[in-house]
């Protein structure tokens, strides 16, 4: 037995002047190989009640269910793709067999095990004892060749050490020997990735393996029970390295390893939060699971950045996932229709290329179960007018007599799936942020998507009813932004500036208010309905009847249908002039600007004036700068005369 930290330092120095001398001469990074394994089914659902929503459709190719739109079909292609018939020699010989024969070239290499609970990761990497998985099968073949290449007489001499450790919640943790904490991940001058402290067992025979991996996996396994859903949250990773050392000068050495890797579920956890995970926990996405997805993505694009650093686990496979070294991920599927979800997940997580079909995935499963019970569904759900709306032209096939003719007791036994797939695509896709919505906020309840659809009616209802209310408020504002603009906009044509010319309803809404124009009269409003000695009055014009009231009482939501004048009091617009005439005597380029309708030129201007000509007598005296026309000083005084009025009278300006 020993510990890595040693082994590692003693051969540290050497490597590190070996790797000098081909540092130029770096191959390309590798790409990861991805199969998928779509597993059989093991619970006795498979029948005609439940058709599989994925299949194979050759070696390297599946086709799935378009959830978004049941008229099309998802293609997905792999570097391999393994049936449901297919067994743990045929996944071996495969797709491991033929990359353990570089371990003894002193390259790296890992396999990896991915794919949501349930879908036979475990049974892929372990097996049982009548069906042994990949890593009994990769020992015994590691052991056998190690054996016979180490023979005596031959030029290398070999040894094959293990070490089995667990990445939880982005902890390091020595399943050998359970009792030391979490181990730090270190990188030598080299590049190769060490940890110092993982003890390390030297193994000959495949007893001896199963001598020490058989009681660090019941560790793992007491853990899993004790902590519910550890074991499909957490990674463990078997790490198989084969030494060897020249007998002969110039006594070389070499080192391989193998990683071997069952990873945690690939499932959303806050999808899946209905299943006793606690709140904290469900919030927080496994890490190392989300960036092995971008390193892999950035391996197979040859990107330039590989974001190994950014979690334990993809730290740790630095030197054993792209680079010299061979890796393969296995995504691991599973054909049920409660699985559907993740199984689209993963397959978008190890496809290499995917392709829409036009036909919907199978007339005798998906879409005679879709049709009857989903209608219903989907009308029940909307309620009437939805319901009326969402018939499109595809329901004329719905409407066809074989799907109608699905017996009543079949789509009792529908899942949750089946009525969802069928489901207008746009409200299926608002239950899932709906769903995300909730999970984020940390609720507890069941997930929408598996909540009884009477409650699921109740949600909806209760967001139709804030959306109501947010249009509602939206339009309330609209109006009266609209309002004061219009009402800016009558003063251009009106010499009397104390009493402004009714609206028409049609200009008040149809006027779209420019960003600028929105905020003053709004504040306006605001404070002066807050003030009971309010100066400004609007007057409602109901036909040809006024009625005069205070802002306090206003109701734009009745108003909106009625005509309105604004009337002033003569003192407050004196206070607006005497603002303006200040402003025009004592700001300067830069105060000015913040007046409406005068910009940095005009700004300028004004200032140089005042330089030449000394004080303005009054707001008039405008119109003998330079460049600026009277027209252009009238509507600058009504543009400003009214926010700057109010800003003195009812609120600190
Ligand atoms: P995971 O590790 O992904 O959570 P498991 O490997 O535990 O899933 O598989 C779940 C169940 O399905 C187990 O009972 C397992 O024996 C069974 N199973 C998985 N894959 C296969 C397969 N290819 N053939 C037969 N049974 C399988
Ligand atoms: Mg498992």
């Known amino acids: 037995m020993g510990k890595e930290g040693a082994v590692g330092r003693a051969h540290a120095s050497g490597r590190c002047r070996l790797s000098k001398i081909g540092a130029t001469r770096r191959p390309p990074p590798a790409r990861v190989r991805v199969a998928v394994r779509l597993r059989p089914f093991v619970d006795g659902t498979a029948g005609a009640s439940d058709p599989p929503c994925v299949r194979g ?49 002193g390259q790296n290499a890992s396999v990896l095990a991915y794919g949501p609970t349930g879908a036979g990761k475990t049974h892929t990497m372990l097996g049982s004892p009548e069906q042994p998985g990949v890593i009994p099968r990769a020992l015994m073949d590691l052991l056998q060749l190690t054996r016979e290449e180490g023979a005596e007489g031959r030029p290398w001499a070999l040894s094959v050490t293990m070490s089995y450790l667990e990445i939880y919640q982005e902890k390091v943790l020595d399943l050998l020997d359970p009792a030391s904490g979490d181990l730090v991940i270190r990188e030598d001058c080299r590049g190769t990735i060490l940890i110092p402290g993982l003890t390390q067992k030297p193994i000959t025979s495949f007893a001896d393996f199963e001598r020490h991996f058989l009681p660090a996996s019941r560790n793992r396994t007491v853990g899993a029970t004790r902590l519910n859903q550890r074991s499909s949250r957490s990674h463990a990773v078997l790490l198989v390295k084969v030494d060897q050392r020249e007998r002969l000068a110039p006594f070389r050495q070499r080192e391989g390893k193998l990683y071997l890797i069952d990873l945690a579920g690939s499932e959303d956890n806050r999808r899946t939060g209905n299943k006793g995970l606690r709140l904290k926990e469900s919030g927080a996405i496994n890490t190392s699971l989300f960036v092995l997805g971008k390193v892999v993505d950035a391996l197979n694009q040859g990107l330039p950045r590989v974001p190994y650093r950014d979690s334990k686990l993809t730290r740790l496979l630095q030197d054993s996932l792209g680079g010299s070294a061979h890796s393969i991920l296995i995504a691991n599927i599973a054909p049920e229709r409660r699985f559907y979800l993740d199984t689209v997940s993963a397959l978008n997580f190890a496809a290499r290329s995917k392709e829409v079909i036009n036909r919907p995935f199978t007339n005798e499963s998906l879409q005679p179960y879709v049709l009857g019970p989903v209608k219903l569904s989907q009308k029940e759900l909307l309620g009437p007018p939805e319901a ?58 069941a997930p929408l998507l598996s909540t009884p659809k009477r409650e699921r009616m109740v949600l909806m209802k209760t967001v139709e009813e804030k959306d109501l209310e947010i249009e509602r408020l939206k339009t309330k504002q609209k109006e009266l932004e609209a309002k004061m603009l219009a009402q800016k906009a009558e003063e251009k044509e ?32 605001q404070e002066q ?71 940095p030129k005009k700004a300028q201007l004004i200032v140089g004036w005042r330089e030449l000509h000394g004080p303005f007598s009054q707001v008039e005296d405008l ?26 009278r009812c609120g600190p300006s």
């Open 57 to 105: 459709m050759d070696s390297c190719s599946l086709e799935i269910a378009n959830w978004r739109n049941h008229q099309e079909t998802l293609k997905y292609q792999f570097d391999a793709f393994y049936g449901e018939r297919s067994t743990q020699q045929d996944i071996y010989a495969g797709s491991v067999q033929p990359i353990l024969r570089h371990l003894l070239e």
């Open 388 to 445: 009326k709306r969402a018939r499109g032209p595809e329901e004329e096939e719905i409407g066809s007599p074989e799907p109608m003719a699905a017996p009543a007791s079949a789509s009792q036994k529908l899942s949750p799936l089946q009525k969802l797939s069928s489901m207008d695509p746009a409200m299926l896709e608002r239950l899932l942020s709906l769903d995300r919505l909730l999970a984020s906020q940390g609720s507890q309840g």
């Open 494 to 525: 009106n010499h009397c500036p104390t009493m402004l010319r009714p609206l028409s309803h049609r200009t008040v809404t149809g006027a779209k208010p420019l960003k600028k124009a929105v905020v003053m009269p709004l504040q306006l409003i």
């Open 529 to 599: 309905a807050a003030s009971p000695n309010a100066e400004i009055h609007i007057l409602k014009n109901k036909g040809r009847k006024r009625k005069l009231e205070s802002l306090d009482a206003l109701e734009p939501e009745e108003k909106a249908e009625d005509c309105w004048e604004l009337q002033i009091s003569p003192e407050l617009l004196a206070h607006g002039r005497q603002k303006i005439l200040d402003l025009l005597n004592e700001g300067s380029a830069r105060d000015l600007r913040s007046l409406q309708r005068i910009g």
């Open 623 to 648: 119109e003998r700068v330079e460049g600026i026309t009277g027209k252009q000083m009238e509507s600058f005084l009504k543009a400003n005369i009214l926010g700057l009025a109010a800003g003195q």
